[in-house]
């Protein structure tokens, strides 16, 4: 008798999970031919190639070529001269009109090649208009403000696009370190005006010979075993595993993070300083006959942002809508950086805001000549020995 219902036991378990392993290769191919979510085949890690700059803290190597890998992608750097993500642009202008676009590494494009991005995929989208990508990996709002004092309006711009990030925020604009290790220069608010410290920006020689000794390495990790072994060459190479395992971890999917169950005060608070480099960025743009807009990704901070734009007059792109694609991925799974599908729909949204608000139909009117740099930081006065003079600068 119990050797019976040990073999119906048996039956049943074995009909269970044949019954999942039915459902696990249905869900398998349907992803596979529906909604495909490989995970990136190349373990190596390449060091992030920028380069010391007094002003700034650090830049893109100018004429950089080289390819950048990551566990979930491998993309080619081609820099210009400047040592911006982009090909050169004249400063004068030929026939086209002018986007520029500021931001930190998302806009920079990590995890896509260039032509990938939202603001190459937006040039291509408007004839007539020539799209400036500025951007640069681990800048704060106070970096984007001094590159668009010192470079972006330069080039006359008709209208100025910041991508606007919850790290500007929580990890930047209050801080005088990156990563508790690299330099940066800072704002601090004295008497109703902002003053820049901290530069020239320190030069650790030890740290930036190791960075570049490091972005000319090229090897992986070495071979692992036992579960992360199986899970590297077996499970990676399963659909539905990455698929569950991007829903279960994403911290899109878990409705954020501890800060965004803190308190509204609070989060308030800490955008102080912030609100006051976006107000300096929306009247240099102003000033130099210019339209300030900002594309917000979405975060904690994003209701505040909302209230700021309203009451400053600064156009506002919320990209929630546009980043909620349903089953597919818009970011890559390891490093929270858009994928292609998401500078894709953010390229959409953004084309479709800009026609929508009426601001790709002209130009705002110049008052007078067009004029040079910010006179808050002059191009030349931050580079070199001549850097001293922008310490304690208001603006």
């Known amino acids: ?35 495909p979510f490989p995970e990136h085949g190349s373990r190596a890690i390449h060091s992030f190639p920028d380069t010391y700059h007094p002003l700034l803290g650090w830049t893109g190597v100018p004429n950089l070529d080289t390819v950048f890998t990551l566990p979930d992608f491998s993309h080619r750097i081609r820099n210009n001269q400047r040592g911006f993500r982009d090909r050169d642009h004249a400063r004068e202008k030929a026939g086209k009109r002018r986007i520029v676009v500021l931001g930190d590494s998302t806009a ?20 007539g208009w020539e799209v400036l990508n500025l951007a640069q990996a681990g800048y704060s709002t106070d970096q984007e403000l001094l590159v668009l004092e010192t470079e972006g309006l330069a080039y006359g711009p008709e209208l100025v ?64 075993g036992g579960w992360e072994g199986f899970r590297d060459r077996v499970l990676a190479r399963s659909h539905l595993h990455n698929w569950i395992s991007f829903r279960l971890t994403h911290p899109a999917r878990r409705g954020g993070g501890e800060e965004g169950r803190e308190d509204e005060e609070v989060l308030d608070a800490r955008m102080g300083l912030t609100k ?34 309203r009451r400053e007059g600064i156009p506002h792109l919320d990209l929630r809508p546009a980043l909620t694609d349903g089953l597919r991925p818009v970011q890559h799974r390891r490093v929270g950086h858009w994928n292609r599908l998401g ?35 002059k191009a030349g006065r931050c580079e070199g020995a001549g850097v001293r003079e922008c310490e304690g600068m208001r603006v």
């Open 1 to 35: 008798m119990s050797g019976g219902r040990t073999g119906a036991a048996v039956k049943r378990a074995g009909a269970v999970l044949g019954a999942l392993a039915v459902c696990a290769f249905a869900g398998e191919a349907a992803l596979r031919l529906l909604a």
């Open 108 to 127: 920079w494009g990590w995890g896509v090649e260039a032509e990938e991005r939202f603001s190459d995929r937006m040039e291509r989208m408007l004839p």
């Open 343 to 377: 500078h894709r729909l953010v390229a959409g949204a953004a084309v479709d805001f800009l026609e929508r608000e009426g601001l790709l139909e002209g130009r705002a009117e110049r008052q007078g000549a067009r004029r040079g740099p910010s006179e808050g930081v």
């Open 161 to 224: 696009l910041l991508l606007f990030d919850r790290n500007d925020v929580a990890e930047g604009n209050n801080a005088r370190l990156i990563d508790r290790m690299q330099p940066k220069p800072w704002f601090e608010e004295r008497d109703g005006a902002l003053e820049l410290r901290g530069v020239p920006v320190p030069r650790d020689a030890v740290y930036w010979a190791r960075k570049a000794a490091l972005a000319k390495t090229y090897g992986g990790p070495p071979p692992r």
């Open 276 to 309: 006051r480099l976006l107000s300096r960025m929306h009247r240099l743009c102003a000033e130099h006959g210019a339209r300030f807009v900002i594309a917000d990704v979405p975060s904690e901070y994003s209701p505040f942002l909302a209230r700021f734009c």
